[in-house]
């Protein structure tokens, strides 16, 4: 059974900082684009950073500068480093990957929790 399974979350003052990880686990022959949504109470599912396989990364402007997406093709991990959180980086945090097994498919990780307390 294949699966993304997210850890890292959890509650910090804002200013502060935390570090997400996305693990793709089973039969899994390679893994393509990753990325990281989130999705806040009352709001829309939004992505707020992606990485290809080759490394090449994309940002929600909200998160320019703060956020930095990584992977470690050799663990099929991925990571999201949060710096500086803001009190409306708050959200249930989710990871999404392209992976190879039969054949390519998108999976959603179960999401994890972020709460910035000001």
């Known amino acids: 059974q294949v699966q993304l399974v997210e850890s890292g979350g959890g509650l910090v003052q804002a200013g502060g900082s935390l570090r997400l990880s996305c693990v793709a686990s089973g039969s899994i022959v390679s893994i393509n684009d990753m990325g990281w949504y989130r999705q806040a109470p009352g709001k829309q599912r939004e992505l707020v950073a992606g990485?290809?396989?080759?490394?090449?990364?994309n940002y929600a402007d909200s998160v320019k500068g703060r956020f930095t997406i990584s992977r470690d093709n050799a663990k099929n991990t991925g990571y999201l480093q949060m710096k500086n959180l803001k009190p409306e980086d708050t959200a249930v945090y989710y990871c999404?990957?392209?992976?190879?097994?039969?054949?390519?498919?998108?999976?959603w990780g179960q999401g994890t929790q972020i709460t910035v307390s000001s």
């Open positions: 990485i290809t396989r080759d490394g090449s990364t």
């Open positions: 999404k990957a392209q992976l190879f097994r039969a054949g390519w498919s998108w999976y």
